[in-house]
């Protein structure tokens, strides 16, 4: 399965917020590399889920 999302962000940001965010990010890089599985637990609160499958193992299950 996989998910897509999208999320809505502010085109004009203040400096504050645009140190807060590269310093989001650098610290869920440095996750990343201490533990590369980290992403497999990452929950958002996003609604749409796109859902991939094969077609022709899908009707061999049914």
């Known amino acids: 399965m996989r998910k897509v ?4 962000v ?3 940001l203040t400096d504050d917020q645009k140190a ?4 989001t990010c650098q610290e869920r890089l440095d996750t990343c590399e201490d533990d590369p ?9 996003d609604e749409s889920w796109v ?12």
């Open 5 to 8: 999302c999208a999320k809505l």
């Open 10 to 12: 502010p085109k004009v």
């Open 20 to 23: 807060r965010r590269v310093e």
């Open 37 to 45: 599985a980290f992403l497999d637990d990452v929950i958002t609160g």
């Open 51 to 62: 859902f991939e499958y094969d077609p022709e193992t899908k009707r061999q299950r049914f």
